[in-house]
């Protein structure tokens, strides 16, 4: 019975699929028109045959004929081969578009009374042909194991090329794989432009080589769902939209890009920014969504951005692999150095989820930039930064400047860091601070190894309140412009030719646990600048450096511990009372016991090994008590106290100094 | 079993002749004559001024300038055409079974009585 069930269910869908249909070939263009639908077909004058309303001239007719083909309405195929590429039209279709082919170049337009999506599927193989349609209703483009290449631009230079302001579905089918390479010559702004928004969906695979400019060029937004992109090749960015970018879900990824990786601007520059709207109807921000899928970037032009946006960045899932290998470059229209950047946002970043990995090794690189607020609350950021300073004046570069930059104009030169917010703009004499940097949750790993590299700047303040955050730098391990607020969470900082943790205002520590590490002579564990102070309330706290800034004390002062010691990595540093430890912190692994220090910014001498200053605070101390303190295996008895000195570690290493110095 | 094996055939044959609804593509030139032509494996081209329709059945030419329109139709008009023909030669005229007089335009798939001058006949339109 089940056999017999099969069977008539084949015949049945045999036997509906034999509709007849008259198609009507005229050239390469076949219009295939359903007996059901096609009427009265009327002829005039001997000259013109009219079918479905459109109008043919009899002479352009290459033959007709009548078939069992079932025609889906509002669909065009183009099957590429070689040199030549056929267009079937269905006939509902039919006198709303104007098809021209010459050779394997189709240019399919539009009419604008097109009332329903139609459904492009290109398939095929030509080594010289281009795909352009023009309309103005949304379209779908469906990629059905198609390799295009432009070679000599007939309607536009790019291999797909959709002048249509609005939605096109791009659709990679499942299970295919496609490839578009541009021409070299023309006028095209990306290899696949679309002058509307585009949603890539389905699984296939899409490769693409933009030789002449973007890789893929997307007048408004882009967004991305299970698709595959791999941009291979790109003179300019790898993807450049307007509006905002939008990654649900799916794989991309970018290499060889003359510029950027990604990079979204806002669309309407004389409106300006809409911001986030709710589910991004009429967004037009700028800003860079990534909620998913796998995205790997790897720029080598010289102060290319893997990620760029005029707006914001919002990670809240997925993984990220932004790698930037070029050195800074002299921008001439804005008279500065500009650098390498991995993620970088003139507004704000906001990471709730997802695992980044950014990488920059040139001169001046940055793992992650933005002008506004950098809040991390979730999500995994790892951050390797290699390069040095990089110095161009102009007409001079040198790009692993190791001067003092004290008196050096900060167009010329460009540091490398970890982690880079805010900014900080010179107004007169005096200066304005804008953007601020919290963390609240979340794993944060930073390494810099570059001359002048901090691990975490911020331009403004900065406050850590939980999760995990890990600095292994050069210069300082982190750094705030204005007042800093450690709150929370786990820090461990060690910077090899700087202070470990300094602010450039006040800094206040009132939970989680401290260790911050810097290098020897004047470079603290932590620091303040000049006429500021450090206020300890509560958390654990371990500072070991050449020096510490000493402690104030304020109301709930959290006592400290002052000595010095011989320190090395791995060690443990403990706090007791008694028979009972107050607190216990292992020193890092990256510790050196010697790492260089400075007097003043130029490259120091080494520390000497007998000895660091070692800052202690924890809570259970009381003023005036005695506390053991064991570095290592040597312990000394400690008086605690809510206020400490500057202080230099004990012996301490020999002064280091700045250009021309002693 | 058999009932369901008689709803099978029964749903098969519905769906072959709905698969067939238009046997023949109908030429109607400006005289209002009308033939037709089988679709199947039909093949139409144009060529100094003329049609040709090529099927299975054989092939017709039409001269363009006369044709008005072209249609699909589920009935043919052969036998309409060799009546014309007979009807130039003395054909009187032409009843319906129920005997209601047609015109040989009005002619359906069907039995027809002729009055000809050599006689009566009786003829299928199929």
Not at chain 1, 38 to 49: I, Q, V
Not at chain 1, 452 to 462: P, R
Not at chain 1, 631 to 644: E, K, Q, Y
Not at chain 2, 13 to 24: E, F, I, N, R, T
């Amino acid at each position: 019975m089940k056999k017999i069930a099969f069977l008539f269910f084949g015949l049945v869908m045999t036997i509906a699929a034999m509709a007849q249909t008259l198609n009507v070939q005229v050239g390469s263009v076949t219009y295939q028109f359903p007996a059901s639908q096609t009427g009265d077909m009327t002829y005039a004058d001997g000259t013109t045959l009219t079918i479905m309303g459109k109008a043919f001239a009899i002479s352009d007719i290459t033959a007709m004929t009548i078939d069992n083909t079932t025609v889906t309405d509002n669909t065009v195929s183009v099957e590429y081969s070689s040199s030549s590429a056929a267009v079937t039209i269905s006939g509902n279709l039919a006198q709303y578009l104007t098809a021209t082919v010459s050779g394997a170049h189709v240019s399919i337009a539009q009419s604008d009374d097109v009332a329903e999506e139609i459904t492009y599927t290109l398939s095929g193989s030509s080594s010289d042909g281009e795909f352009y349609t023009s309309g103005s209703y949304k379209a779908t483009i469906e990629l059905n194991g198609l390799t295009l290449t432009n070679a000599t631009p007939v309607y536009s230079g790019a291999a797909i090329h959709v002048q249509n302001g609005k939605r096109i579905k791009v659709k990679p089918l499942d299970g295919t794989t496609n490839t578009l390479t541009d021409a070299a010559s023309g006028s095209q702004k990306g290899c696949l432009y679309i002058k509307g928004h585009a949603e890539f969906a389905k699984s296939g695979t899409l490769n693409v080589v933009g030789n002449l400019k973007h890789g893929i060029k997307t007048g408004e937004y882009f967004s991305i769902k299970n698709a595959t992109i791999n941009v291979t090749s790109a003179a300019s960015d790898g993807i450049n939209c307007g509006q905002y970018f939008l990654m649900e879900s799916g794989t991309i990824s970018i290499s060889g890009s003359g510029d950027d990786g990604i990079q979204c601007d806002i669309d309407d520059t004389e409106t300006g920014s809409t911001g986030e709207t709710t589910d991004h109807e009429d967004e037009d921000s700028g800003n860079i969504y990534l909620e998913g899928g796998t995205l790997t970037v790897n720029c080598a032009a010289t102060a290319a951005k893997g990620i760029k946006a005029e707006g914001d960045i919002k990670v809240t899932d997925g993984t990220y692999n932004v790698t930037t290998t070029g050195n800074g470059e002299w921008d001439d229209d804005d008279s500065e150095t500009k650098a390498a950047c991995g993620i970088s946002s003139d507004s704000n970043i906001t990471i709730s989820g997802g695992t980044l990995t950014l990488t920059a090794t040139g001169s001046g690189g940055k793992g992650m930039k933005c002008d506004g607020e950098l809040t991390i609350s979730a999500g995994t950021v790892t951050v390797k930064t290699s390069g040095g300073l990089y110095y161009n004046d102009g007409s001079t570069e040198n790009t692993n400047y190791t001067g003092n930059t004290d008196n050096v104009s900060s167009d010329y030169y460009s540091s490398p860091k970890g982690i880079k917010v805010g900014l900080k703009t010179e107004s007169g004499s005096s200066y304005t601070y804008s953007g601020n940097l919290l963390i609240s949750g979340g794993t944060v790993n930073v390494t810099t190894s570059g001359t002048n590299a901090e691990g975490i700047e911020s331009k403004n303040t900065l406050y850590i309140t939980g999760g995990t955050v890990t600095v292994d730098s050069y210069d300082d391990g982190i750094n705030s412009a204005q007042a800093m607020y450690l709150q929370g969470g786990t820090i461990t900082v060690t910077a090899s030719n700087n202070d470990g943790i300094d602010s450039n205002a006040n800094m206040y520590i009132s939970g989680g646990t401290v260790i911050a590490c810097g290098a020897s002579g004047a470079e603290c564990g932590i620091d303040v600048a000049e006429g500021y102070s450090l206020y300890i309330t509560g958390g654990s706290v371990l500072a070991i450096g050449g020096s510490n800034n000493g402690v104030s004390s304020t109301s709930g002062s959290q006592c400290v511990l002052s000595t010095s010691g011989s320190v090395s990595a791995g060690q443990t540093i403990s706090v007791a009372s008694g028979s009972s430890t107050l607190a216990s912190f292992t020193v890092p692994s990256t510790y050196s016991a010697s790492g260089s220090g400075s007097m003043g910014g130029g490259p120091g001498g080494t520390r000497s090994s007998s000895s660091s200053n070692v800052l202690i605070s924890c809570s259970g101390l009381t003023s005036g008590s005695s506390y053991t303190v064991t570095i290592g295996s040597s312990s000394s008895s400690v008086t605690a106290s809510t206020t400490s000195s500057d202080s230099m570690g004990g012996g301490g290493g020999q002064q280091g100094g700045g250009p021309g110095g002693m | 079993m058999k009932k369901s094996l008689l709803t099978f055939v029964a749903i098969v044959v519905s769906l072959m002749a709905q698969a067939y609804d238009y046997p023949y593509l109908a030429f109607q030139t400006s005289d209002g004559t009308v033939s037709t032509v089988s679709v199947e494996s039909l093949s139409i081209t144009f060529s100094d001024g003329q049609l040709v329709a090529t099927s299975s059945d054989g092939s017709q030419t039409f001269t363009i300038s006369d044709l008005t329109k072209m249609y699909f139709s589920t009935e043919g008009t052969t036998a309409i055409k060799n009546i014309e023909t007979e009807k130039a030669d003395g054909i009187g005229d032409i009843y319906d079974l129920t005997g209601r007089k047609v015109d040989t335009k009005e002619m359906k798939r069907g039995i027809y009585i002729i009055k000809t001058s050599n006689g009566t006949r009786k003829v299928t339109i199929k």
